[in-house]
């Protein structure tokens, strides 16, 4: 008895302590739990398609650049592979950062409110593929982590 009464004094305790510290104000609802499950589903493609995107980036920087010839050739080899650890890394970064949006969004969809993107490079950058721009679910991979942000 004496144990039980104890239980229930230390959850209440808890219970009112993590109200007490807890925000005022929730920031998460339908537009996170979307965000965060695109991340984990396009990540993997962004991962895929990192090597394609970094020599595109190359070609690219090097088609626009005014440097002399011999920066731009001494360029070429090394660059492919610095572009192809940043797109690799920051697809990786995508997924974790899906994982840590995913629960916020569920537990606080009921509410109204949004949470800021933890990761919003995936929201601005262009991409090959970038579908339902408009929708609630954007299909979004093959992202230029490099690139000029779009918005």
């Known amino acids: 008895m004496i144990r039980s009464a104890r239980r229930f004094i230390s959850l209440t305790f808890l219970v009112t302590l993590l109200v007490a510290a807890a925000p005022g104000v ?12 695109q991340n984990l589903l396009f990540f993997p ?7 394609f995107v970094a020599v595109k980036i190359t070609v ?35 997924g974790v950062a899906g994982i840590l949006e995913l629960l916020p969004g569920i537990v606080l969809l009921p509410f109204d409110g949004e949470m800021s993107a933890i990761y919003d490079l995936p929201e601005t950058q262009p991409a090959w593929v970038d579908v339902g721009a ?3 679910f954007r299909m979004k991979f ?4 490099l690139g000029a942000a779009s918005d």
């Open 142 to 145: 093959g992202v230029d982590y």
């Open 45 to 51: 493609f962004d991962l895929a398609l990192s090597p």
């Open 134 to 136: 408009e929708a609630p």
């Open 26 to 37: 929730s920031h998460a609802g339908a537009k996170t739990l979307a965000r965060s499950v």
């Open 60 to 94: 690219d920087k090097w088609r626009e650049s005014d440097d002399t010839k011999a920066v731009k050739y001494g360029y070429a080899p090394f660059a492919p592979i610095w572009n192809f650890g940043v797109e690799a890394g920051a697809s990786v970064i995508r």
